[in-house]
């Protein structure tokens, strides 16, 4: 098992679960795939626990916190180890399309700041207005597209420095 990007050891014994050959763990919880809350007990202690698929894993959050959690088979978590993990692109900089529509209005342009929340850009799309704002300050680089373009979902629509 994958806990928050660490390999963990689990095994289930009578006595409870068994994490990294520590000590068994009480657990119980009347847990159904595809239940989204589980109302659990682990040695003794309540936790409600909301569980959301995330992808080829799991992110159970409670108490306010939120874990990623990957179970995999003991032959496939030994391949998984050598696997190169992609890392997603940094997308910070980068106004990009919510949705494929037409970019009816470009409120800055190339050089300009922004502020956060700022509407730098509104969008038309299934004939509603959406109106695109900045997410953090920061300098207009460069408009790839102009007012009056349609766009793809996806697509850059504003880069910022």
């Known amino acids: ?11 289930f014994t009578d006595g409870g679960v068994v994490v990294d050959g520590g000590k068994p763990v009480a657990v119980d ?3 159904v ?17 909301r569980v959301a698929r995330n992808g080829r894993g799991w992110k159970l959050t409670t108490r306010g916190a939120s874990h990623k959690v990957q179970v995999l088979a003991p032959h496939v978590a030994e391949l998984a180890r050598h696997m190169i993990e992609k890392v997603p692109p940094d997308l910070s900089r980068l106004l990009i399309a919510p949705m494929p529509g037409l970019l009816t209005k470009l409120n800055v342009k190339a050089g300009d700041k922004v502020e ?3 509407p730098v850009a509104v969008m038309e799309a299934m004939k509603m207005e959406n109106i ?13 597209v102009k007012a009056g373009e349609s766009v793809a979902v996806d697509q850059v629509i504003m880069e910022f420095e």
């Open 1 to 11: 098992m994958k806990f928050d990007g660490i390999d963990h050891h689990v095994a």
């Open 29 to 31: 919880a009347d847990y």
């Open 33 to 49: 795939p595809g239940q989204r809350l589980v109302q659990a007990e682990v040695d003794g202690r309540k936790l409600i626990v």
């Open 116 to 118: 956060a929340g700022q």
């Open 132 to 144: 695109l704002r900045a997410e953090k300050p920061a300098k207009v680089k460069a408009t790839p």
